[in-house]
């Protein structure tokens, strides 16, 4: 009888260990998911990096600092054509008015005060609104150093990213998207990234411009010679004028 029983009990272990198997293949299937879970990402990798990392239109600050000294109290030509460049930009890219912002307790704060001055004057014959113009004091972090006079106008700007996430591993794995050889998530941001910061009108990504006026003058040139039968391209008298060596022709 003990024999019957040994013999009777070993099949049943041997059905037990798959389904053992099973759980650990799932808990580790688990234990895989969590990186994803951290990052927020819940598509590890769309099809399309412009959907992976689209470049957002949104509003930011132009700001230009000037370092003022304890005993200055004036703007020298450096920073006055800083100045000047910082109105004009204003007038073609601002959403909003110039904020000036005064340090308040430092040791160049008096000196500070009296540089705005000149700020306002370069500014208003830049052709800024006075009215568009306000002066804010701030309180730097150390009140014991110099701290900076700050220029700032909002406007918009193009951003992408954040870059470096990387919430798939790129070597082999039985996710789908490496089976399939699809992009992996991090690829294409780098690109977005540079192109929202190179562009100069952060408008442009939105729709494109309106057509300007055709030069009336070139368009007269170009009807006559072609009412004559006269060739329309542009004739070069010299093309080789400026060339150093003669390879190539």
Request: glycine share 8%; with cysteine.
């Amino acid at each position: 009888m003990t024999s019957i029983s040994i013999h009777a009990l070993r099949p049943r272990r041997a059905r037990r260990a798959p389904g053992f198997v099973l759980l650990l293949a799932a808990a580790a299937m688990l234990g895989g998911c969590q990186h994803t879970q951290t990052t927020g990402i819940t598509d590890p990798a769309p099809p399309d990096y412009r959907n992976r990392h689209p470049i957002a239109i949104r509003e930011g600050d132009r700001v230009v600092e000037l370092f003022i000294g304890r005993s200055r109290g004036s703007l020298s030509p450096a920073q006055s054509a800083d100045v000047t460049s910082f109105a004009q930009a204003w007038r073609r890219e601002s959403t909003g008015g110039i904020i000036i912002q005064v340090p308040e307790g430092t040791v160049n704060a008096y000196a500070a005060h009296e540089a705005v001055r000149d700020v306002e004057s370069l500014l208003v014959a830049a052709a800024v609104p006075p009215a568009a113009i306000s002066v804010q004091p701030y309180q730097p972090q150390d009140a014991r150093t110099m701290a900076n006079l700050k220029l700032r106008y909002p406007k918009m700007v193009a951003s992408a990213g954040p870059c470096g996430l990387w919430p798939v591993d790129l070597g082999p794995s039985q996710n789908r998207k490496y089976n399939e050889n699809g992009q992996y998530w991090n690829f294409g941001c780098a690109y977005q990234r540079n192109l929202a910061a190179m562009v100069e009108n952060p408008a442009d990504l939105v729709q494109p411009r309106g057509d300007q006026p055709s030069s009336a003058n070139r368009r007269s040139v170009v009807l006559d010679k072609y009412r004559k039968g006269e060739s329309t391209a542009t004739q070069y008298p010299d093309p080789n004028k400026g060339k150093i060596t003669e390879i190539g022709q």
